[in-house]
């Protein structure tokens, strides 16, 4: 876009001008989704080495779920990384990053509660917990797998509550896959399609 | 009666910027560049016009050493470009009025 080559524009080019750079913009949003998997993949096998240890009466020594802790570390290193490559904000990023911040927050502390008091029975509470924030952006982005993901956590959540420890944690691992593994890997097929069309 | 087009957004390069940074909270020069095709002493040019209107905000700052010129639309510049729009749907649907 030149000036020196600038027409005056007609109507529709004008509304084809915007539409086209609004989708552009649009576009740009499209996030690689590699949090989504990582986490996604945590909470499966957290969740399937917790109900083998139940099934099958056996201990790792260490409790699985420090895991967590573990991929923090990545966490931070991509997400440092993506905001460097960064060259916009969008509307909605400060709103999501309160929503998933809060969401840390409060699972940190249903752990520590859980810790504290020496109990399990409160694997409901975290399957709820799980589709909050998923539900949420799901909502915000229009992305149908994550609003689906979110639904599916509150189904199981209800559903561990009749169900003992065991299936609890296949429920859990069922939320992970559904709320971000899942959801995670259409973000990154999308984002390497739209990067394809782009060269 | 049809309303005048914005002469400040009636041009393609501006409205192509306007569009961009009404779909984002805010977004650095490159990140323009890229998207409008342009070279980077037009957009300059430009990027000056909306901001002697009011239109945008310009930062500018460093960012590991590299200059960072980062823009913002305001108040103003949001109005203005719903009122350009609907100018602009007047004209195409005259009978819609």
Redesign the interface.
Known sequence: MNEEKETQLSGEESLKLISEMIGKAKRSYITKGIASIVWGILIVVCSLLTWAQVQYQFHLGFDVWLLVLVAVIPQIFFSIKEKRQKTFVGHDEITMRFVWTTFGICIFILSFYSSRFHTDDITSLFMMMYGIPTFITGGIFKFKPMILGGVICWGLSVGSMYTPLSTDMLFMAACGLFAWLLPGIILWNRYKKNQACNV | MFKELDPIL????R??VM??L???????F??LK??????AG?LS??INKLKDAGYIDVTKQFNNNYPQTICKITRKGIDAFEEY?KA?QS??NPNGQ
């Open positions: 009636h041009s393609q390069l409205l192509a569009s961009l009404i779909s984002v909270k805010e977004a650095e490159t990140f890229e998207k409008t095709n342009s070279t037009n040019v430009q729009v602009l004209y195409m």
